[in-house]
């Protein structure tokens, strides 16, 4: 386990991805058998990316894109949970 900034333990195969344009720092998350795992957000909606963590949490990398791509909040043309699927699009084009 690694505790990177926050002090906030993690495992030390976590992909990280810095979001743009929403309240969140930073997204670190981990993919085991094309699921995903171990979601957290820095920065941003504590309650609220708390719970999209918590839903998406062993749901298949597509089924994630499928729910949450294209949602924006508020005025701005994307969101945390957004950026969630930028990154994982970005890991597996990679």
Same mark, same amino acid.
């Given at each position: 386990?690694? &505790?990177?900034?926050g002090g906030v333990e993690v495992p030390? @195969?976590?992909?990280?991805?810095?979001?743009?344009?929403?309240? +969140?720092? =930073?997204?670190?998350y981990n993919v085991n058998g094309n699921?995903?795992? $171990?979601?957290?957000?820095?920065?941003?909606? @504590?309650? $609220?990316?708390? +719970?999209?963590?918590? =839903?998406?949490?062993?749901? *298949? =990398? *597509?089924?994630?894109i499928e729910t949450l791509e294209g949602?924006?909040?508020?005025?701005? $043309? &994307?969101?945390? +949970? @957004?950026? =969630?699927?930028?990154?994982?699009? *970005?890991?597996? *084009?990679?």
């Amino acid at each position: 386990m690694l &505790t990177p900034l926050g002090g906030v333990e993690v495992p030390a @195969d976590s992909h990280v991805f810095t979001p743009k344009g929403v309240c +969140a720092k =930073l997204i670190r998350y981990n993919v085991n058998g094309n699921k995903l795992h $171990n979601v957290s957000f820095t920065g941003g909606c @504590d309650g $609220n990316l708390k +719970a999209v963590s918590a =839903l998406v949490e062993g749901m *298949e =990398l *597509e089924k994630v894109i499928e729910t949450l791509e294209g949602i924006t909040c508020g005025k701005k $043309n &994307t969101s945390c +949970a @957004d950026q =969630l699927c930028k990154a994982l699009h *970005e890991y597996m *084009e990679s």
